[in-house]
Structure formats: C-alpha cells, structure tokens
C-alpha cells in the first residue's frame, strides 16, 4: 500500500498508509479464490464473510461490501487499520501457502473508507423487540461492540464511559497517524444509531455502582473497562520529572490533543532523547509519537530479541524506516535525575536469553558485570498495563483471577454473579481489539439468553 515517505511523516501526525484506490482494490480482491470452505472466516475472531465482501469489491458493488461487513463488525474502518491480520484471517488464506494472502485487512479499509465518502447510514434503530435495559460499562470496542449488539436485538443499551470521549484505547491510546480520531467518532456515530446511549463522564464504581444501577432496574451488566492501569518497573529514579507511563504520554497526545500545543492547552515536554522501554504496539506508538513530537533521538529498550517483540510487524517496520533505534537484550536498572529533578541517565545491564518461561519466550538473563549508561531527556514506560480497581472494588464476591483481571467464563462472558458479564482486556489482559469486540459479542448472545431465561 502507499505510504507517506519517511522523512516527511515523522514531522507529522498524519495517516503513513494512504488506502488503496478503486483500482487496487478491485485488483486485490480479484485474487481472492471465492475458496468453498473460506478458512479466513474462521481465522475473524467476529467471522466476517470475507469472499462474500471481497466478492461484491470485486465486482465494484461497495454498498454491499460495507453491508456485508457490517453485519458482523461495527469497526471496520478501525479494524482494517489495526488488526493484527497476520496472525488472524490472513495467516489462515489459503494463499498465505504461497506467501502472499488477499490483504484482507486493507480490502475492509477500502470499503469501511468508501461508505465514509460516500454511502448512507446502513445501520437503523430497532425498536421495542426486547423489554429490558442492560448497562455496560466503558466506551472501547468490547462495550461498543456489546452495546451494539444488544441494541440490535431490542435491548435498551447503555454505555457508561469514564472519560469524555468513547473509543476507549482507540481515542486515547493509538495515535492519529495510525487510527485518525474522526474515523473512529464516525463509526462510534453509527452505533449510536442503532439505539446505544453513551454517558460520557461517568465512572462507574464512583458515581454509581452495579448495585445502584441493579436498583435502577438493569436486568444485565457487561464490565468492558479494558486494562488501564499501568505497570512501572519498580527500579530507582522512576518518580524523577521526564518519566511518563506510557498511558498518561499516549493519553496526553491523543485524547488532551498534545500535538497541537499551543491550540489544545495540552502541554508536553519530550527533550532531545528519548527511552521508550518495551516493544509492544504501545511502545512503538510512544517511541513514534516522540519523534513527530521533536525529539532527535528516540530508542527502544527492550529486554528479549527482535523475534520476541510482541508489536505488529509493520509498526516495528514503520519504526525502524522512521529512524528509531533498537537497544536489544538490554534491562533498565535505574534511572538518574539531576539536583532539579528532571532526568538525565538511564542505567541499564545487557542481557542474554535463557530458558523458556510460561509465555514460552525464552526468559532474559542479566549479564554480570554489562552495566552502561544511557543519556537522556525523557524516558516512557510500557511494559504493560493490568485492570484498573475502582470498579472492581465496589462489587462484592466478584471472582478475580492471580492477576486481578475477572474471571469470566471464555464462551459466555458470565462471571460468578450471575447478571454480571465481563470481555475484554479486563478479562484477557491486555489484547487486541478484535479480541475485545468477539467478547462482546459473546456476552450481548448470552446476556439475552440470560434475561429471557
Ligand atoms: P479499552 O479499549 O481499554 O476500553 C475500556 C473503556 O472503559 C475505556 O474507555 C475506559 O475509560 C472505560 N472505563 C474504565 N473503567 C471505567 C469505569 N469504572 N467506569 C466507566 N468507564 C470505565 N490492539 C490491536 O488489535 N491492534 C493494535 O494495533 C493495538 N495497538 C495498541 C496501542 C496502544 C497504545 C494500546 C494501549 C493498545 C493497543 N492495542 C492494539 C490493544 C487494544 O487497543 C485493546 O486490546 C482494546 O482496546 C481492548 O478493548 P476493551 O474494550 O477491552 O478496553
Ligand atoms: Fe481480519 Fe480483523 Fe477484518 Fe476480521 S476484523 S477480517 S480479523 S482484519
Ligand atoms: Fe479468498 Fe483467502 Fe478467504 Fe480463500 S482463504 S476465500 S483466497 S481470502
């Protein structure tokens, strides 16, 4: 797909990928096989027909592309940008043999994007099918998705968001030159018209509990508040002025809007280099909006090899073609900051692989002796994120499991207490976003044979 050359795109926060065209799309989709027993469905955690959708590109007919997509995933725009598909519907096409798959990640860009353009609303409000309202809380694509669903069946549902934006990790997470924010608002828009109320603003666990909203009359709840809480590595120095969580840095250029200081009051301050320890989608999305934010030099500093990196193949890609470099095998021990507090160093101890651990990656082994200093303004950490606990406090006798995510049943999202359902990142850890929405879809099937009985 076409891009933004390299050298431009780092000094701004525009989309890299352009989108395929009406030609190349229809081009990509005449190498799709029509195959009878479609294993890409079944690699879709949300089973999109995907021949079916890439037929009607194929033959230049998009309204029933996006129909046919719709009908089972309500993010097509996002999920065609963010979706790891090389792992999913794309590793099982049959071409994926020859090394080449249908790109059928792009091919739902492509259709999601020319709805946007240039189709009418495909969604509608159900009206009065099911009695009932079902409250599900946060925003992000597994309430969303959830909501949706349950809407679509007659439900009367909620979404009680914390923040003043819906999208979750979409909104506040991802950046704008991955996921532009307006594409996001306009799909949330067309959930909202299948009858979804979102109230913004609204902490559940603060301004109400499950227990007040069950007497309110919900009949259901589906806990989708994602895993928002940051890990730090508990090493010296990581109160010093310049040490962000990833979460709160991510959170101040996307969602507060950073990147345009001086028009958003937003203020952000990332020096002239940067540590961005860890390698998964977020790290890469710190390390890359570091660099369109000034900084001369960004690194990534990362305990494993190249091949453990849990970040997409292409946004490690994209990085290294934006100049961010790789510091490999290599643990942070300490941070150093100067008499005024802001940081100066990070200490750091070279590593090598050991035995498999219980992810089944080979464990990092600190070298005796392999202590050297790194200098730098900033240093931003994301090595991961657990279940935030001001919901999950106020819900007495709610099974949690050794890492404080709930403990929901895998194919009904059911929790112990029997009208409380739970997906997402709050049940996984943190995952993938069509992950969270295949959750969601679970609990809104298993909420409504729940309520019916
Ligand atoms: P979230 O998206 O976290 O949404 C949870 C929502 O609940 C939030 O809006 C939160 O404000 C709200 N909430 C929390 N507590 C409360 C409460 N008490 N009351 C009310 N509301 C509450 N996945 C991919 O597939 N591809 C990627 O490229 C990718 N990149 C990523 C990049 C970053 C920077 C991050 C952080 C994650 C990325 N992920 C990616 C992971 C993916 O975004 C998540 O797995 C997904 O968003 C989880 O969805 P969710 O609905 O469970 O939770
Ligand atoms: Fe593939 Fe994701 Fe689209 Fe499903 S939603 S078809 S997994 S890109
Ligand atoms: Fe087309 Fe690949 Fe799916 Fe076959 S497996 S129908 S070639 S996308």
Redesign the pocket.
């Known amino acids: 797909m076409r891009e933004q050359d390299p050298k431009e795109r780092i000094k701004n926060f525009g989309e890299v990928p352009y989108g395929y065209n009406k030609e190349e799309a229809v081009a990509e989709a005449s190498r799709?096989?029509?195959?009878k027993t479609?294993?890409?469905v079944g690699g879709c955690p949300v089973e999109i027909d995907?021949?079916g959708f890439?037929l009607a590109i194929k033959e230049e007919r998009f309204s029933d592309a996006i129909s046919i997509i719709k009908r089972t995933n309500n993010l097509p725009a996002v999920c065609g940008r963010v979706c790891p598909q090389e792992d999913q519907c794309e590793k099982v096409?049959?071409?994926a043999h020859k090394g080449d798959?249908?790109n059928?990640g792009s091919l739902e860009r492509f259709a999601a994007d020319w709805y946007r353009e240039n189709g009418d609303s495909c969604e509608t409000k159900t009206l009065g099918v099911k009695a009932g309202k079902v409250a599900v809380i946060g925003a992000g694509p597994a309430g969303l998705t959830c909501a949706s669903d349950l809407a679509r069946m007659g439900y009367d549902a909620t979404v009680f968001e914390a923040l003043h934006k819906p999208g979750g990790v979409l909104t506040y997470g991802i950046p704008e030159f991955r996921l532009p924010k307006d594409i996001v608002m306009k799909e949330v828009a067309d959930i909202e018209v299948t009858g979804v109320e979102i109230k913004y603003n609204y902490i559940i666990g603060k301004i109400k509990t499950i227990d007040t909203l069950r007497d309110e009359g919900y009949k259901a709840f589906f806990i989708a508040s994602g895993a928002g809480l940051p890990y730090f590595m508990n090493i010296p120095g990581e109160n010093y002025n310049g040490v962000y969580s990833a979460n709160e840095f991510l959170t101040r250029v996307n969602l507060m809007k950073a990147y345009k200081f001086p028009e958003y009051d937003t203020p952000i301050n990332v020096g002239k280099k940067v540590a961005v320890v860890g390698a998964g989608n977020v790290a890469m999305d710190s390390a890359r909006s570091a660099l369109r934010l000034g900084a001369e030099k960004v690194y990534i500093v990362y305990r494993r090899t190249e091949k453990e990196m849990p970040a997409r193949i292409d946004e490690i890609h994209h990085a290294e073609q934006e100049g961010i470099e790789f510091h490999l095998l290599t643990s942070p021990v300490e941070i150093v900051g100067d008499e005024t507090g802001e940081v100066k160093k990070l200490i750091c101890l070279k590593n090598e692989l050991g035995e498999p651990d219980s992810s089944g990656r080979r464990r990092p082994v600190a070298i005796e002796g392999s202590e050297f200093e790194l200098e730098m303004d900033t240093v931003i950490i994301a090595i991961g994120n657990g279940p935030n606990p001001v919901l999950l406090e106020t819900i007495e006798g709610l099974n949690l499991n050794k890492w404080g995510n709930i403990d929901a049943d895998e194919n009904t999202c059911q929790t112990n207490i029997e009208d409380i359902f739970a997906g997402g990142d709050i049940v996984t850890g943190a995952a993938t976003v069509i992950a969270a929405m295949g959750a969601g879809k679970h609990a809104a099937k298993n909420i409504d044979k729940y309520i019916r009985g």
Not at 32 to 35: A, D
């Open positions: 799709c096989l029509q195959c479609a294993p890409c995907i021949p890439i096409c049959v071409l798959p249908v059928i």
